[in-house]
């Protein structure tokens, strides 16, 4: 039997709750503690674009915009419990998100090779 969501939707406001927490706490330190961060090796894995042989490290820009991303996720598993917004307008804000995604990512391997060459 298939269900029509794999997730309780208290298990999505549980799961969105957690994300949304993280990245508020995550875009604060990008905005207010970049360099701070950046000490610890973790944080340093994380803030990549890419894998492997082919990544470049991520700017303040591309940080902010992942921290948005999860965001926007978070807000949508919340709003499973909530349903304030119809699922199609999340629908839009998510793939609204993807040309500063790509904006972010552009602008961040310009980076990398001007500080490359």
Do not use: C
């Amino acid at each position: 039997m298939l269900q029509k969501r794999p997730i309780s939707a208290e298990q999505a406001l549980y799961g969105g709750t957690i994300l949304v927490v993280l990245s508020l706490i995550y875009i604060s330190l990008v905005l207010f503690r970049f360099q701070w961060l950046l000490r610890f090796a973790l944080a340093r894995v994380l803030l990549r674009w890419g894998r492997g042989s082919w990544s470049f490290p991520a700017s303040r820009l591309g940080a902010f915009t992942g921290g948005i991303v999860v965001l926007t996720a978070g807000l949508i598993l919340m709003d499973v419990y909530f349903r304030v917004l119809p699922e199609r307008l999340w629908a839009f804000a998510f793939l609204a998100l993807l040309p500063f995604v790509a904006g972010a990512a552009i602008h961040d391997y310009r980076l990398h090779r001007r500080r490359d060459a």
